[in-house]
């Protein structure tokens, strides 16, 4: 986060299943409106023969 090409951004988003207290440390929070977020998700995309729906 301290890169000089990432600095002025008014957003950092990232995704954990269980280092939620760590991140928390670092001055991460919930989404302030979370009812507004969505995502595309393809797991398997990159596994030979897989293709996005």
């Given at each position: 986060?301290?890169?000089?090409?990432?600095?002025?951004?008014?957003?950092?988003?990232?995704?954990?299943g269980d280092?939620?207290?760590?991140?928390?440390g670092f001055?991460?929070?919930?989404?302030?409106?979370?009812?507004?977020?969505?995502?595309?998700?393809?797991?398997?995309?990159?596994?030979?023969?897989a293709?996005?729906?």
């Amino acid at each position: 986060m301290d890169h000089p090409d990432l600095q002025g951004l008014r957003r950092f988003t990232l995704a954990t299943g269980d280092a939620h207290g760590l991140y928390a440390g670092f001055g991460f929070t919930a989404p302030l409106r979370p009812q507004s977020l969505m995502e595309r998700y393809f797991p398997a995309l990159y596994e030979t023969g897989a293709a996005a729906p």
